[in-house]
């Protein structure tokens, strides 16, 4: 069955340290999203990318980073930069840029920074 | 100004009743799409069901029911006959093809807790 797979599902980083979270789908959707998710809270776009080698900042990038080199990854990195990483975070995808097709999320990376 | 906006951080149902979670949204644009997704305790985000703007007839998946009020701005989700497993937090998301780049933006959910 095609999916979205997030990995590590549970994530801890030290203070100063730079740290990615894998995003991997396979079906072979072109347009592929990052967002945060705080307690209580919804969705905050931090990246998105709607073609391969190329990709754009959300509303809250700053102290993110992404690469898409394969149309089927879109890894995240959280830096040092980022004060206050601690969240929930997701990654969807979807067929195309169009009101039409919904997201198909994965199941997540919970990040803590101790 | 929010563009979704879910007014209901929390609601209480019995089992097997209907209950409608509300959704109002904010868009110039006149192509868009309306979606809610369920987020069980696990966290991921499921799809439930989606709205055309221009789309007619309300959207029927199953249990679900998206209410359409276009003029109202408005997109409630019913659910009926709630059952124990629909115990979640729901959000409301609008996709706009002309003005956001086809960018899905989320209200800040409602949790809805299923009484035995």
């Known amino acids: 069955d095609g999916g979205i797979t997030q990995s590590p599902k549970y994530l801890f980083r030290k203070e100063g340290q730079n740290v990615t979270l894998s995003c991997e789908q396979n079906?072979?959707?072109?347009?592929m999203y990052w967002y945060r998710q705080d307690p209580g809270q919804g969705l905050r776009l931090i990246y998105y990318s709607q073609i391969v080698n190329d990709f754009q900042k959300g509303d809250i990038a700053e102290g993110y980073s992404v690469s898409r080199e394969k149309k089927e990854s879109f890894p995240l990195t959280v830096t040092s930069a980022q004060k206050n990483p601690t969240a929930f975070y997701l990654c969807?995808?979807?067929?195309?840029?169009?009101?039409?097709?919904?997201?198909?999320f994965g199941s997540g990376t919970r990040l803590t920074v101790v | 100004a929010q563009k979704i906006t879910q007014t209901q951080p929390g609601m209480f149902v019995q089992e097997k009743e209907a209950v409608t979670l509300d959704c109002t949204y904010d868009?110039?644009?006149?192509?868009?799409?309306l979606f809610w997704y369920k987020q069980p305790s696990s966290g991921e985000m499921i799809f439930l069901i989606y709205q055309g703007s221009y789309d007619q007839q309300n959207a029927t998946e199953g249990r679900y029911s998206l209410n359409f009020q276009k003029a109202r701005k408005s997109a409630n989700l019913v659910i009926s006959a709630s059952q124990l497993g629909d115990s979640a937090m729901y959000f409301c998301?609008?996709?706009?093809?002309?003005?956001?780049?086809?960018?899905?933006?989320f209200g800040d959910g409602t949790t809805l807790t299923v009484k035995p």
């Open positions: 079906l072979n959707h072109d347009a």
């Open positions: 868009t110039s644009d006149p192509s868009y799409g």
């Open positions: 998301a609008m996709r706009e093809v002309n003005t956001n780049a086809g960018k899905s933006t």
């Open positions: 969807a995808s979807s067929r195309g840029d169009t009101q039409i097709y919904g997201y198909t």
